[in-house]
């Protein structure tokens, strides 16, 4: 990806050029700085599969593996707040074959997500830059929905092999802003024991419990750096509503009737086990929640007859998530980079430290 095509503004259903020119986005259409013969349009539910393949082709160039699947498109495609209309584009090779696609998404208008996959078989041409390009002004149009005086910002994650989207993100005014991990672990014998501190017992959701669990969670990951409060409808359609979600394999530490801790875990099938969340509150610090609901999933993991087990953290964690998880014997088997451009100055909303 390189160049940039001919500066353009979203607005509604149209793409305006700067020269005044306005063309329809709901049908297909030649734009000029696209390479000759690609034409860009709106993805419709038609196209969910061509563009998971599009993924699952970049994945495979930098990992050797998909990992996509067709149920975290539906998912990603059906969470709130999101529509195909206005929100997504793909860019068609002149063969029909999908070459890009981009996205965004947003947390109460102050952080905007963007996302660009560019097929290998065509970087280089300057569509990663044009379709930056899209999600940019798109982005412009969350400032008047932000809160008054809050910090805007877009935001992009790439990974630390694709050096390419690096570049592009840099050459458009984006600055490296934090690094992100994942980490993981093979279970190559029985885990370590959990051991509970004294009163606290551990449970697996029950019908009833959504609510405070995600309270719980809030409360918890409001000491992690860019958390941005979640609305609930939000938060269970990324929870509870996932092709994999299996509520036996979350496991709350109670004291009494308080949610103390909680790991809430997915067995993802072909791309392993995760704790996609973990998380203690703050009276419960410090007493070795973490390290025990961390066995206490390898355990049940390990039970299933799967060996390897996932999950991100921030790289540099302001609760200091990455010593626990090396202490359990995970480490880094990929490394990400989060890059931002600041849309509009302000109050910063997310959180940026912890006080002491």
């Not at 097929?119 to 830059?129: D, M």
């Not at 709350?252 to 801790?261: C, F, K, P, T, V």
């Not at 099938?269 to 007493?287: F, Q, S």
Request: aromatic letters at 10%; proline letters at 4%.
């Amino acid at each position: 990806m390189s160049g940039y095509g001919e500066r353009i503004v979203f607005d509604g259903d149209y793409i305006t050029h700067e020269k005044g020119t306005e063309i329809m986005t709901n049908i297909e259409m030649k734009i000029e700085g696209l390479p000759q013969g690609f034409t860009l349009r709106r993805p419709t539910l038609d196209d969910l599969l061509a563009v998971k393949q599009l993924l699952n082709v970049g994945e495979i160039a930098e990992y050797g593996a998909a990992e996509t699947m067709e149920s975290d498109m539906h998912m990603t495609w059906q969470r709130p707040g999101f529509t195909l209309a206005t929100d997504a584009w793909i860019v068609l090779a002149p063969d029909g074959e999908v070459a890009a696609y981009a996205s965004i998404g947003h947390r109460n208008h102050i952080r905007v997500y963007e996302g660009v996959e560019v097929h290998p078989a065509y970087q280089g041409r300057g569509i990663g830059t044009y379709l930056l390009h899209l999600t940019e002004q798109r982005a412009y149009q969350h400032i008047p929905e932000a809160p008054d005086g809050a910090r805007v910002a877009l935001t992009g994650e790439v990974s630390n092999l694709n050096v390419v989207g690096q570049r592009v993100l840099e050459k458009n005014g984006f600055t490296l802003n934090r690094n992100f991990w994942r980490m993981g672990i093979e279970l190559q014998e029985t885990p370590p024991s959990a051991q509970w501190p004294e009163g606290i017992t551990v449970h697996t959701l029950t019908p009833g419990m959504e609510r405070a669990v995600y309270e719980a969670d809030e409360e918890a990951f409001r000491d992690h750096w860019g958390f941005i409060s979640m609305e609930f409808e939000e938060w269970s359609h990324w929870a509870l509503k996932g092709e994999h979600f299996d509520p036996s394999l979350w496991f709350l530490a109670m004291d009494g009737d308080e949610i103390a801790a909680f790991a809430l875990c997915v067995d993802e099938k072909e791309t392993g086990g995760w704790v996609h969340v973990l998380g203690v509150r703050r009276p419960w610090r410090r007493r070795g929640l973490g390290q025990a609901l961390l066995y206490h999933a390898f355990g049940e993991f390990y039970r299933r007859n799967i060996h390897n087990v996932y999950l991100g953290v921030d790289a540099q964690s302001l609760t200091g998530a990455t010593r626990l998880y090396e202490r359990v014997g995970m480490h880094v088997v990929r490394q990400y980079k989060n890059y931002e451009k600041e849309l509009r100055a302000g109050k910063e909303l997310s959180t940026q430290y912890v006080e002491a």
